[in-house]
């Protein structure tokens, strides 16, 4: 008998749980174990989920009870020539999806801004949030309680960055619903994330309001923050990376390579992503966002649940008549003053790191090569800054080519012709 199926029996007699099981061989026995006990089980052949490449220890800290692995195929767009504040060069795109012509169209898309000399991105605001609530007893007590928080932002400043020597408090501001009291904390998280160090450093800073004040903790997380679900507070005030890019086509460009018009694009953008999108009370304001950011968080290690934040984009397209001739390539076989499409797009809450949590795995950090981001940025945060600008070309990438692909009518083809 195997050590695996030795300790596969040992759970079936009940001598041990399947969470023990690292307590008493290595993390691969463990996981063999549990996948020997799932198949019987449930009746089922796990030998793929088995065949992963990295050791079950590298992913102690990311699952639990883990069995194997799920493999999703990688593919990589680019590369891309970016203008950023932090992403400075050409950059390759790994992307993780299972949907057919995803990869091929933020391709196209990226074809499309290399000929027209690169796009120009920016982090335009940075934060991770928490948002605690309070009960109070009325809310004359509300009133007092954010009275304090007012008058004594440092010691709460003190208190939280007590826990971190990464974090730095930037903001508290209170929210009042009757006899709750909201206090949103806004961390600048460096290269991480950052979710676990602002629940951490918000559980000292509220310690401090229920010591000084009437306020009694209820949630450590009061949704108000927004974490994992469709916030307007998110898209206005942000969460993680609010970021911007944006690009000049020439004319002959989109017609080249989009088979399209910029009239066309941009008609189609405003009916489409704006009215149509207003219409439908969404949130995001743009055609397939979610998709690059889904697939560039799968490939690099983020947390794929925060995708819908990253799906709170605007999308705009607009006709200029003279493109600027210094965002174009010095090779560049067009006219400036013939036009073109400008295109843009501001993802409000992307929530993005190059250390910690997923961004360890093996697979994923090798993604994080491909960019040149991997770890931390110097200075610190400008790697995950530069990670941010790049999902942002990617995605702007992924809008032009779409918006072209349904303008030309050549959508339903072109997953036709792909045999997706």
Request: include cysteine; hydrophobic fraction near 45%; aromatic fraction near 4%.
């Amino acid at each position: 008998m195997t050590e695996a199926e030795d300790l596969a029996e040992r759970v079936r007699d009940g001598e041990l749980r399947l969470y023990e099981l690292e307590d008493h061989a290595d993390a691969d026995t463990a996981a063999a174990a549990r996948r020997r006990l799932l198949a019987d089980e449930v009746g089922v052949d796990l030998d793929a989920v088995g065949d992963f490449t990295f050791a079950a220890s590298d992913a102690e800290a990311n699952v639990e009870n883990m069995v194997g692995a799920t493999q999703v195929p990688l593919g990589v767009a680019g590369p891309v020539p970016i203008d950023g504040g932090a992403a400075r060069g050409e950059y390759h795109l790994p992307m993780a999806t299972t949907e057919g012509a995803l990869v091929a169209s933020v391709n196209r898309g990226m074809a499309a801004i290399r000929d027209a000399g690169g796009a120009t991105a920016r982090v335009t605001k940075s934060g991770m949030t928490r948002a605690p609530v309070f009960r109070v007893p009325d809310v004359a007590a509300a009133e007092s309680v954010v009275e304090w928080v007012r008058a004594n932002e440092d010691a709460l400043r003190e208190a939280a960055e007590s826990t971190t020597s990464h974090g730095d408090l930037t903001q508290v501001v209170p929210y009042v619903v009757g006899d709750n009291v909201f206090l949103r904390f806004a961390y600048d998280t460096k290269d991480a994330m950052g979710m676990n160090m602002a629940t951490i450093a918000t559980r000292e800073a509220a310690d401090l309001v229920e010591r000084e004040t009437v306020a009694d903790l209820v949630a450590l997380s009061g949704n108000l923050c927004a974490d994992k679900k469709p916030a307007a507070i998110n898209a206005v005030e942000g969460r993680g990376r609010s970021v911007t890019a944006d690009v000049f086509l020439p004319a002959d460009l989109v017609a080249e390579t989009l088979k399209t018009t910029p009239e066309a694009m941009a008609e189609g953008n405003t009916r489409k992503n704006l009215i149509g999108s207003a219409k439908a009370a969404s949130l995001g304001f743009n055609a397939h966002a979610a998709n690059t950011v889904a697939a560039a968080f799968l490939a690099t290690g983020q947390d794929v649940a925060q995708v819908v934040e990253g799906a709170n984009a605007i999308t705009t397209m607009d006709v200029r008549d003279s493109i600027p001739a210094d965002r174009l390539p010095d090779d560049a076989d067009v006219d400036p003053a013939d036009g073109g499409l400008y295109a843009t797009i501001s993802l409000a809450s992307l929530e993005v790191g190059t250390v910690g949590g997923g961004t360890r795995l093996p697979t994923q950090a090798e993604a994080l090569d491909v960019l040149g981001l991997r770890g931390g940025g110097e200075p610190p945060g400008d790697n995950a800054d530069a990670l941010a600008e790049v999902i942002a070309v990617g995605a702007l990438a992924g809008e032009l080519s779409l918006v072209a692909a349904f303008t030309a009518r050549h959508l339903s083809s072109a997953h036709e012709e792909l045999g997706r």
